[in-house]
């Protein structure tokens, strides 16, 4: 693979003018040298820090719904767990699109269970990057329909402090400390710490229910080893931890509509625990012609998700999800839901305690040439990863009645799921910019080697003896080319691209990887904000989860379904006028079914040929505007979702159509300090955003939330 690399500086010639180098510290996937100073892979996205804070949302689903060709589905109003697809992908948690944090993997465990609980609180990013189409060659493993990069601050050299403080609906309190110090003439060190939390909106009886406590924070370090801006070295620790009265457990249609507030009495005790701890190495050396990068990272996860499984009335156990979506047939279990009910019944809550670690290490190396009129620019990179999803659960039995729940029988330790998923894998990329005049032609291709392991103990394998231990193994090797042409005039870019997409298809024997092709068109302004993109996706095979998040049973199985079809229409559309700003963005979709087939995936179900795909609007549409005046600064955003359906077998769009309006008022005090208030949902309109995990819920109240801003 780095072969091409290095014949290529063989041939360079001595006396070559090369561009100046580029910075590395922020670890950017778009950041071209000067020459080109553009990522030329397509319709990709940056969002400033300005743009991520503007309406002071925590929710990265509503923050990012906003972009051209991106879904979010709001599952809790705070944010907590992000659901994000793009150009057509599925949104369930994120499975199916990568995270990275700084060009590194960021989920839990990418590969083993990219499905995983972690979101990450985008207070502290300076941007974020979106890429789409054939720049997912440089990301990977997913690759349909694009990847996320949340970007850490890298400072600017200077020594600094900011503070946030900010208050609002629902007891909701939030703090932020972030800065930067020089110890010495080559050092930086950034850092910051975060706080959020609420009393919730929801409520179970008389009770205030779905609060949280979250708690966010870094450090950074960043050292030149000399003073001529070669070697840099780099040390991220960054932690998480959330403490959240959430549940799985959802409302029937009617109760989400006529009270939308209202949590059944059985998920009194659901509650959610995260801790996260990311440690990462990185060294760079750059170069007169590019950069050599090595990144180490490793990042702890644990989470028990201890939460409502199913009730037994006296016949027997019947899962949450089966209970909601037929409560006509379960009159006593659904009344003992609710807590109606009289006689005795029993509910199972289960812990869902796991563990997940990853690891590796990956390298970049980036440079360029120039022959005459020709510049020549080379990226390569390698990664060898491992990660895994350990699962140690046990389930507690309650007797429930009328405002009792009381513990009856407490779990066995692995009873409940006694198992460790792990995945290692060897990924590889390389591609070449060839740019001649206003043409640039960019051409390369991503390698996966997979190879995906389960260990099951069994449920009376507490101690891991291993002694009727079930074993299995899945292995995938592919090839992921991918082509874009881009061409540029004075006012105006156009591009072109195509690529193979993928995701890992889990250690399942006989289930194989989703594969698909996908392609993108567009034009682009030089300088102002004004993109159109035509996307098509063919998906040769569909892969769907057995995942209780998605309303299954929660064996976290993969398996293979049909073959489907995606394409449709991004664009963004931004004018300036003396003080004022605006910009509107939309994103049009057709995602269906090619052929018929029968699933147990309670997302898809029956499926018909034609039939469309669960949580993917036909229409999506922003529109933003801000005005400034003197000191103030005034803001509304609108935003709009076409229906949906909540599984591809329903004949009707069960998820109705949306207006969302949210606006921010800011005063600046002095040039350091600052005043806003922002409102969310500012109509207060309460539509049903989903029907998983099991059963409706609906979008979050109006919020104002106060807060003070001020830098040193």
């Excluded at 003439?185 to 929801?202: C, D, I, N, P």
């Excluded at 990329?429 to 206003?438: E, I, Q, W």
């Excluded at 489907?564 to 931004?574: F, N, R, S």
């Excluded at 949906?644 to 350091?672: H, I």
């Amino acid at each position: 693979m780095i072969t091409p690399l290095l014949l290529s500086v063989l041939l360079l010639p001595t006396d070559t003018i090369l561009p100046p180098p580029v910075e590395l510290e922020s670890i950017t996937i778009t950041a071209q040298s000067n020459a080109t100073n553009e990522h030329i892979s397509g319709a990709g996205i940056v969002l400033e820090r300005k743009a991520i804070q503007a309406f002071d949302q925590t929710d990265a689903n509503t923050i990012l719904q906003n972009e051209p060709g991106i879904y979010g589905q709001q599952e809790d109003g705070w944010g907590l767990r992000m659901n994000i697809g793009i150009r057509g992908t599925g949104t369930l948690r994120s499975s199916r699109i990568t995270l990275m944090e700084d060009g590194i993997l960021t989920a839990p465990a990418a590969y083993s269970a990219p499905d995983a609980y972690y979101t990450p609180v985008i207070w502290k990013y300076s941007h974020i990057e979106v890429l789409k189409g054939a720049a997912q060659i440089v990301t990977g493993p997913q690759s349909t329909g694009g990847a996320l990069n949340f970007i850490t601050p890298v400072g600017d050299e200077k020594t600094d402090m900011h503070f946030t403080l900010a208050s609002g609906a629902f007891d909701q309190i939030k703090g932020a400390i972030s800065g930067e110090v020089l110890p010495s003439e080559r050092t930086q060190l950034l850092f910051g710490v975060f706080h959020h939390e609420a009393s919730g909106f929801h409520t179970i009886g008389d009770n205030r229910g779905g609060g949280f406590n979250l708690n966010d924070g870094y450090l950074k370090l960043i050292h030149h080893l000399d003073n001529k801006d070669i070697h840099h070295l780099e040390v991220l620790l960054a932690a998480t931890s959330e403490r959240s009265e959430q549940t799985y457990l959802g409302t029937t249609f009617s109760t989400a509509l006529s009270a939308p507030n209202e949590r059944y009495f059985s998920s009194s005790n659901d509650e959610m625990t995260m801790d996260r701890l990311m440690t990462r190495l990185g060294y760079t050396i750059n170069l007169k012609q590019g950069f050599i990068r090595a990144d180490v990272y490793r990042q702890y996860v644990h989470r028990n998700w201890y939460k409502l499984n199913n009730i037994d009335a006296g016949n027997g156990g019947v899962a949450i999800a089966s209970i909601l979506n037929d409560y006509v047939d379960y009159p006593t279990e659904f009344k003992a839901m609710k807590g109606e009910h009289s006689d005795t019944a029993i509910a199972e809550l289960k812990a869902n305690n796991r563990y997940y670690l990853s690891q590796g290490v990956q390298f970049r190396i980036q440079f360029t040439q120039r022959f005459q009129n020709i510049l020549l620019k080379h990226e390569a990179g390698l990664r060898f990863h491992y990660d895994h999803a350990d699962r140690f659960q046990h389930s507690d039995h309650y007797f429930i009645g009328p405002n009792i729940f009381s513990l009856t029988q407490a779990g066995i330790a692995g009873a409940a799921g006694n198992r460790i998923d792990y995945t290692t894998a060897q990924s590889g990329y390389h591609r070449s910019t060839l740019s001649f005049k206003n043409l640039n032609l960019q051409a390369g291709y991503r390698t996966e080697n997979i190879q995906a392991f389960r260990m099951d103990y069994g449920a009376n394998d507490a101690s891991r003896s291993g002694e009727n231990i079930k074993a299995r193994i899945n292995n995938s090797l592919v090839f992921l080319p991918g082509l874009s042409l881009n061409y540029s005039t004075q006012k105006w870019r156009s591009y072109a691209g195509i690529h193979r997409g993928f995701t890992p298809a889990g250690s399942k024997e006989g289930v194989l990887p989703e594969l698909s092709l996908c392609s993108e068109a567009g034009i682009q302004h030089v300088k102002l904000p004004i993109n159109l993109t035509l996307f098509h996706s063919a998906y040769d095979r569909l892969l769907g989860s057995d995942a209780a998040s998605a309303g299954g049973s929660g064996s976290g199985e993969l398996f293979n379904g049909g073959a489907a079809k995606v394409y449709g229409l991004e664009g963004q559309l931004g004018k300036s006028y003396k003080h004022q700003e605006i910009r509107a963005t939309i994103t049009a979709t057709q995602a269906y079914f090619i052929e018929s087939f029968s699933s147990e995936f309670d997302g898809w179900g029956e499926v018909a040929a034609g039939d469309f795909m669960p949580y993917i609007p036909k229409l999506q549409c922003a529109f933003q505007h801000s005005l400034e005046i003197r000191r103030w600064t005034i803001s509304s955003q609108l935003q709009y979702l076409s229906p949906r359906k909540s599984a591809a077998q329903m004949d009707d769009f069960d998820l109705p159509k949306s207006l969302v309006v949210n606006g921010a008022v800011n005063y600046a005090l002095t040039e350091n300090v600052t005043f806003k208030l922002s409102i969310q949902n500012a109509t207060n309109t309460r539509h049903i955003v989903a029907a998983r995990p099991a059963g409706y819920r609906t979008f979050a109240p109006r919020m104002a939330l106060l807060s003070i801003n001020a830098s040193l």
